[in-house]
């Protein structure tokens, strides 16, 4: 059986690193590396006056809205200045990679602590599904396989506990069998800070809102994130492909479930639209102070409406689709169990 763990930005966060888009944002204005004649930064510059963008969506989402701003005259600049911004993403992150700093002892404890939990969900009627779609495979080994959105190696550091001090970890409720949970090897999704890999960009071509650009297979090439997987050769998105199709639990953590990843939800509600199979997805809001069950569940429904809209799901699937998604707010998981883990 395979439960596979999607990754965004909010996993780093957990671990205290300084990965937001403003911390970066922050980074290039203290920066001696930044070309102040940047066209793109200087876009950013009078959203992050505004206070207008906050999440590594809305950067994506803005590198192909401000297009529409320049004409063909500034198609090398902007494609060039996308680069040194790419460039520059990849120097900051490198620095704020070093922060992490686990024990094999660590690690083991806050994978404990976490991926038991999918069968810890706040509503009971939940947790019951989770538990009965379990037990079918209850005689199974457990495949746990983590996809990183992100770049920095963080999963790699917590997957890298030796299965020996693992392969014991029960699932909490399931009855006693030879099963054992086995973890797999983390896929880079959109590259790793050491490989020049990197992919940062839009999903598509409709959201490049110059039409001109849009045509140009150059600006493409950089702009779109399938295209720069074609350019890195490394079958990424087809392998993203087959480890959903084989899927039977998919949980997202730290993910904004953005439209600049449209792509990627399309293919987890083909999944959902399939048999034995159920998303969980966990959402971390600091703002959110759960008051109200019907403001709780407005919540969960806003969750799940993200969710649709970003993978153009009609009424008809979200019907069939609806019941296999589970929506946990500010469930603690996947954080350092003490202090040890930063520096």
């Known amino acids: ?97 070093n922060k992490i700093s686990l024990t094999d002892e660590d690690k083991r404890e806050i994978l404990l602590h976490s ?36 770049y920095t190696n963080t999963v790699s550091l917590l997957w890298s506990v030796k299965n020996e001090m693992f392969k014991n970890v029960r699932i909490d409720q399931m009855p006693i069998s030879p099963y054992r949970c086995i973890l797999k090897q983390p896929f880079y999704l959109h590259g790793t800070l050491d490989n020049s890999e990197m992919i940062v960009g839009v999903n598509d071509d409709s959201q490049i809102l110059n039409k001109e650009f849009r045509s140009l297979k150059n600006v493409k090439d950089a702009f779109i994130k399938k295209n720069l997987l074609n350019i890195a050769g490394q079958g990424n998105f087809q392998e993203f ?17 953005g439209e600049t990843d449209r792509d990627y939800w399309v293919e987890i509600k083909k999944r959902l639209l399939g048999e034995n199979v159920l998303c969980l997805i966990y959402e971390h809001d600091s703002r959110y102070q759960p008051s109200h069950i019907i403001l709780e569940e407005n919540k969960r429904t806003e969750i799940k409406e993200r969710f649709y809209k970003n993978s153009n799901t ?19 998981i996947f954080t350092p169990v003490n202090s040890k883990g930063l520096e």
């Open 1 to 97: 059986m395979n439960i596979t763990w999607l990754f965004g930005n909010g996993l780093d966060l957990g671990f205290g690193l300084n990965t937001r888009y403003t911390d970066f944002y922050e980074y290039l204005q203290k920066s001696d590396r930044i070309d102040e004649s940047n066209i793109i930064y200087k876009e950013l510059s009078k959203d992050y006056r505004n206070g207008d963008y906050e999440l590594w969506s809305d950067y994506e989402n803005r590198l192909g809205v401000i297009t529409k701003d320049f004409t063909s005259e500034h198609i090398d600049t902007f494609t060039n200045d996308k680069i040194a911004l790419d460039l520059l993403l990849n120097e900051y992150l490198l620095q704020e990679n």
């Open 115 to 150: 991926i038991p939990d999918i069968v810890k969900d706040t509503k009971k009627v939940e947790r019951d599904k989770m538990i009965n779609l379990l037990r079918n495979y209850q005689h199974d080994n457990f495949f746990i396989k983590p996809i990183s959105f992100n």
């Open 241 to 257: 492909i087959q480890i959903i199709k084989n899927s039977t639990i998919i949980c997202l953590y730290g993910l904004s479930i």
């Open 314 to 332: 009609n009424e008809q699937e979200k019907r069939i689709i609806d019941s296999k998604i589970l929506v946990e707010i500010n469930h603690d």
